[in-house]
C-alpha cells in the first residue's frame, strides 16, 4: 500500500544519487471512476526503468515515455487522458475517468 | 523536483512523519512543508485539511493553481487481545489500510490460525509493546477484558501520543478500570482521552458488528476536525 510508495521514491533518489536522469510523474487531479488517487507516483530513470503506477496500467506506457522526454528536455509537462480525447482511444483509460498527470525532472 | 526535496520526503516517511509538498503547477515551483511548521504556514487551513483527510488535490490560490501532494504514513492499529472480537477487527481493519499488530501473551489465543496473515506478537505487553514504536499515527485498542492484560497496556498507550486509544466494556466496568488507572498516578486527562465503552453507538452485538463500531470510531477521530469529536 502507502509503504510501496515509499520504496518507490527512495528508487527515484537512488537513481538520482548515481547522476541516472529521474523524472516524477504524480496524478494530481482524477474524475469520474480514475484507479489511482491524486498523489500516487510514478518514477521513470533515463533507461526506462519504472516503478509505481498512475493508473493501474491503462496509461503507463504513455507517461513513461513523455517522462523520457522530461528527462531529456528538463522541463516539466502536464498530461491529461481520458475518453474523451484522441490519444485516450489509443492509450485509455477503459474505467472511464479522467487523470492529469504532472510529469517532473528530478535536479 | 530538487533531489534535496526528494530526499527530504524519504526521511521524514521514514521517521513516520507527515509531510506535504506544493507544487506550482503553473510554473513547476516547489516547496516541502514539515507537519511541524504546518501551523505558522500561509496555507495552514488547507494543509491542515489535507493533512487530516490524507487526500492530495489541486486547490486555487490568487488565481494559481497549487497541488498539494499529503504524504502521511501508514496509520497503524495495535490490538491487545487475540479474542474473538479481534479476529473480526484485525482483517477489517486491514482492509482500511491500517497495519495491524495483535499482541496477547496467551498463546492459545494468539495463534496463526486464529489470525491468519497477521503480525502476532504472543508476549505480555510491557515486552511486546516498546519495540512497536507507538507514534502519533497509531490508533490502539484493549480488548482481552482482562486487567492484567488490559491495564499495563494502556498506562504504555497512554503515555504515548496515539491518535485513538479505546477500551473494551461496560460503563461500569470502565468506572472500575478508572480507578485502577488513578491509583496507578494516571491524570483525569489521561484517562479522558480512553474511549469507553469502546465503539460509536450503533447497536452492536456481533463480534463483527462491535468491530465496525471500533472502526468507526477510530474513522471520526482521525478524519473529522478535532472540534467535533470530542
Known amino acids: 500500500m502507502l509503504d510501496r510508495d515509499e520504496d518507490i521514491l527512495k528508487a527515484a533518489e537512488s537513481w538520482a544519487e548515481v547522476d541516472k536522469g529521474v523524472a516524477l510523474a504524480t496524478v494530481i487531479e482524477t474524475w469520474g471512476s480514475a484507479p489511482r488517487p491524486a498523489g500516487s507516483n510514478l518514477v521513470v530513470n533515463e533507461d526506462g526503468t519504472f516503478l509505481g503506477s498512475v493508473s493501474g496500467g491503462c496509461v503507463e506506457g504513455a507517461v513513461v515515455t513523455e517522462a523520457l522526454d522530461v528527462i531529456s528536455s528538463g522541463a516539466p509537462r502536464m498530461l491529461e487522458f481520458g475518453v474523451a480525447d484522441e490519444t485516450a482511444w489509443t492509450v485509455g483509460l477503459s474505467c472511464g475517468g479522467r487523470i492529469r498527470v504532472f510529469v517532473e525532472k528530478v535536479v | 523536483m530538487k533531489l ?134 497509531t490508533a490502539f485498542v484493549a ?55 469502546i465503539g460509536l453507538e450503533i447497536g452492536a452485538i456481533s463480534p463483527s458488528e462491535i468491530a465496525v463500531a471500533i472502526m468507526a470510531e477510530i474513522t471520526a477521530q482521525l478524519r473529522l476536525p478535532k472540534a467535533s469529536t470530542a
Open chain 2, 4 to 137: 534535496a526535496t526528494l530526499s527530504a520526503i524519504n526521511t521524514e516517511r521514514a521517521a513516520r512523519r507527515p509531510v506535504i509538498v506544493v507544487t506550482d503547477i503553473g510554473n513547476g515551483e516547489q516547496r516541502l512543508v514539515r507537519a511541524a511548521d504546518i501551523a505558522r504556514d500561509p496555507l495552514h487551513i488547507e494543509l491542515e485539511r489535507h493533512l487530516r483527510m490524507g487526500k492530495s488535490s489541486v486547490i486555487e490560490v490568487e488565481g494559481r493553481e497549487l497541488f498539494l501532494n499529503v504524504y502521511a504514513p501508514t496509520a497503524k492499529l495495535v490490538i491487545i487481545g487475540a479474542v474473538h472480537i479481534s479476529q473480526a477487527l484485525a482483517p477489517l481493519a486491514r482492509s482500511l489500510g491500517y497495519d495491524v499488530t495483535v499482541v496477547d501473551p496467551r498463546s492459545a489465543f494468539a495463534s496463526p490460525e486464529r489470525f491468519p496473515d497477521v503480525r502476532l506478537i504472543a508476549e505480555w505487553p510491557d515486552v511486546a509493546l516498546p519495540p512497536l514504536n507507538i507514534d502519533h499515527y
Open chain 2, 143 to 197: 480488548v482481552t477484558h482482562d486487567p492484567k492484560i488490559d491495564d499495563p497496556a494502556l498506562l504504555h498507550a497512554l503515555e504515548r501520543d496515539c491518535f485513538y486509544i479505546g477500551a473494551l466494556g461496560s460503563r461500569n466496568t470502565h468506572g472500575q478500570r478508572a480507578v485502577r488507572l488513578r491509583a496507578e498516578g494516571v491524570s483525569e486527562a489521561s484517562i479522558e482521552r480512553i474511549h469507553a465503552p
